[in-house]
């Protein structure tokens, strides 16, 4: 478990599953508690040993986001959060919001984005004041999430939502997919110093079994493909000089799907 403390809020991460991450996010003021895409609910409720919980907040409606949903407010009291697209596939949700609703965790107030893609009716929620987005299955740390439900026109305008943040905003991503992505990353910008740091940190992190998350989306600019894809250096390699930025990502989507599904072989 790792505590990190951020302008008035801390996050805990419980790696939970092969790459799973689950966050407590607590108000150090108030004491206010919330729970982020809970895969499972014993490692939270070991963690809390008994303490209320306020919210359970939902990226989406996978289930390792929310299997841990019933138990959770079963024997804390917790009220569940989720995007209201997705309600009826979200257990025990009691609230559903959409992109442009706010919700409190004590003195702290989160904006809920709208950013569709991985699911049809997938939410982020950024914690302004404190510099916090959980990007659940959107982004993560140098790579983004598959496109399952949506199309790849409407990922990259959630993608390019995220990119508009402030450039010291700290990403939680829910997966631990650091390494994979910088394997890829690195065919597609090989030379590229800042995503060679990052190569670097993640492995001392790993070596040191640290979660690379959060990262921040200054990073994610200088070193994340699919954040950059209006870069030249990018374009020009994948033979997209002239097209959109949502075709230059969706062509580096297919690569990655690609990419991964040759590594599995």
């Not at 003195?107 to 302004?128: C, M, Q, R, Y």
């Not at 994340?224 to 997209?240: E, K, M, Q």
């Amino acid at each position: 478990m790792i505590v990190e403390k951020c302008n008035g809020l801390s996050v805990q991460i419980l790696p939970v599953l092969e790459d799973n991450y689950i966050f407590l996010i607590e108000d150090l003021r108030t004491g206010a508690l919330a729970v982020v895409d809970p895969t499972e609910a014993s490692p939270v409720l070991d963690v809390l040993e008994g303490r209320r919980v306020d919210l359970i907040l939902n990226t989406h409606h996978h289930w390792d986001h929310v299997s841990g949903n019933t138990e959770i407010k079963r024997k804390t009291g917790a009220r569940v959060i989720g995007p209201a697209a997705e309600v009826d596939d979200i257990p025990g949700i009691d609230r559903g919001v959409i992109g442009g609703d706010t919700v409190a965790l004590g003195e702290h107030i989160a904006l809920v984005i709208d950013v569709p893609g991985n699911t049809s009716g997938h939410i982020a929620f950024w914690f302004k004041e404190a510099g916090l987005l959980f990007s659940g299955d959107t982004i993560f740390h140098l790579g983004c999430g598959r496109v399952q439900e949506a199309m790849p026109a409407q990922m990259w305008t959630s993608i390019d939502k995220i990119r508009k943040l402030p450039p010291e905003t700290l990403i939680y991503s829910s997966h631990e997919y650091a390494a994979d992505n910088a394997r890829f990353a690195l065919t597609i910008e090989p030379d590229n110093a800042a995503l060679l740091k990052q190569i670097a940190r993640i492995e001392d992190k790993r070596q040191a079994g640290m979660p690379t998350v959060p990262s921040t989306l200054a990073t994610e600019l200088a070193a994340n493909p699919f954040l950059r894809v209006d870069r030249a250096s990018i374009r020009s390699r994948l033979g997209c000089m002239e097209s959109a930025n949502w075709e230059v990502f969706a062509k580096l989507r297919r690569m990655k799907d690609a990419f991964r599904e040759l590594k599995n072989l």
